[in-house]
């Protein structure tokens, strides 16, 4: 009986080790509003968030902006983007007949 307990109460803890994937919140690039929220998350755990790096170059969400402040100049840097780009980014908006502009 004692050499089962000490064969199957190590073979326990290994087991509970290997589940780390049950205690890694479920987050995506949506969940975050900037690159730097991101990327916070995604450098105190890289296996938990791994999918916040989908090209592997240690980057997280790299298409979100880097604060959540938008330029308040007319040139905000949305002109000449197309409507994906346009809508992928939260300080543009596009518009029918004129392309990308400032929100």
Known sequence: M????????????????CNKDESCSNTNCADYSTQAAAQ???DSDRDCHSDLDSDNDGIACEHLPNSTSCP????????????TECDGDPCCKWTT???CGCK
């Open 40 to 42: 916070t998350d995604f």
């Open 72 to 83: 308040t100049t007319a040139k905000c840097g949305c002109s000449g983007h197309n409507k």
């Open 2 to 17: 004692k050499y089962i307990l000490l064969i199957v109460f190590p073979l326990l803890l290994i087991s509970g080790a």
């Open 97 to 99: 007949g004129q392309g």
